[in-house]
């Protein structure tokens, strides 16, 4: 089985412990530049896009995206949240490290992560999970909903797509203060899939995106990758892994969960009425070493004890 340093989860949980408006068409400058490459976004330009946040002491930490799909409901990586913490969710925000007044925090009061997910078999798939959040977002200019594919709908090679988030912007830089974008047009499964590429390890239910200079990275996982068709944004990925060599390394194009390959599990967990419920407590050491590929999240080695929620689910 595969194992992978958690960043192309990519999230960027630093363990204290160890311690419907449209994007814009052009980017603007950034003089710290965060997302591999790319440029800062206009405040608030993806308005689904939030700050999973987890609680060390009596702060709260960014360390993985995530996207508003309901009121009271979160998308993002199952690799993010696969361990026992405090979390919250922060919907509105730019400057992670500036209250500017358009932030809604919210708990998380609940973590569904799809039945399949295997912490040490990311290339597996099923790097997905759904976080029921204490209160409902209020939607306005700068908090709205994510716009998802129909189920099974796949893009063709260079669908325009941007990866947003506040990860860091270099392979072993620092965060981003402030959101970012950059473009990751698609790359078919036939071409990622070839040997010179990502090979066997991407499966059918992974979108790539990218493959040159620009990339996400430690920080950016369980993010949106956001994708024009007909000319509106829909979320079709859900930011997963790079490679262990780097962030950008040529020919490694950014891997996503396909969304629209989990349509029908996310509606059975989101409607509780539809749903089966188990739940399943574990204690485990988690350690993640360096392979061939890095999840997008940042943590290493911890002890965990977590409750999560598994439904039964259909995949396209």
């Given at each position: ?222 993010g949106p990758l956001n994708c024009q068709v007909s000319g509106s944004y829909y979320v079709h990925g859900v930011t997963s892994f790079v490679s262990g060599k780097a962030c950008n390394e040529t020919r490694k194009p950014t891997v996503f969960t396909r969304v629209s390959a989990y349509i029908g599990w996310m ?43 598994i439904h039964g689910c259909t995949d396209t």
């Amino acid at each position: 089985m595969l194992k992978f340093v958690l960043f192309a989860a990519l999230s960027v949980l630093v363990l204290a412990e160890e311690e419907e408006a449209q994007p814009q068409s052009r980017f603007l400058e950034d003089v710290q530049e965060r997302v591999v490459g790319g440029e800062v976004a206009r405040p608030n330009s993806w308005p689904w896009q939030i700050s999973l946040q987890f609680k060390s002491g009596s702060s709260y930490h960014h360390t993985c995206g995530g996207s508003l799909v309901k009121r009271g409901w979160v998308m993002t990586a199952a690799h993010c949240v696969d361990s026992q913490r405090t979390w919250r969710v922060v919907a509105g925000d730019h400057n992670i490290n500036t209250n500017e007044g358009r932030e809604q925090y919210m708990s998380v009061s609940r973590v569904h992560i799809h039945p399949n997910w295997n912490r040490n078999n990311v290339a597996g798939g099923y790097d997905i999970a759904l976080l029921r959040l204490s209160s409902e977002a209020t939607l306005n200019s700068y908090v709205q909903l994510a716009r998802l594919p129909p189920s099974g709908q796949v893009l063709p090679h260079n669908n325009p797509c941007y990866i947003s988030g506040w990860g860091r912007t270099s392979t072993g830089g620092s965060l981003s203060a402030q959101l970012k974008q950059a473009y990751l047009p698609v790359v078919d499964h036939k071409t990622c899939s070839s040997g010179s590429w990502w090979g066997g390890t991407v499966k059918n239910t992974m979108v790539c995106a990218g493959g040159g200079k620009d990339s996400g990275c430690q920080g950016d996982s369980g993010g949106p990758l956001n994708c024009q068709v007909s000319g509106s944004y829909y979320v079709h990925g859900v930011t997963s892994f790079v490679s262990g060599k780097a962030c950008n390394e040529t020919r490694k194009p950014t891997v996503f969960t396909r969304v629209s390959a989990y349509i029908g599990w996310m509606e059975g967990v989101s409607v509780p009425t539809h749903a089966h419920t188990h739940t399943h407590t574990h204690t485990h050491r988690r350690r993640y070493t360096h392979s061939k590929h890095t999840l997008i999240a940042k943590t290493n080695t911890c002890n965990a004890t977590y409750t999560v929620h598994i439904h039964g689910c259909t995949d396209t």
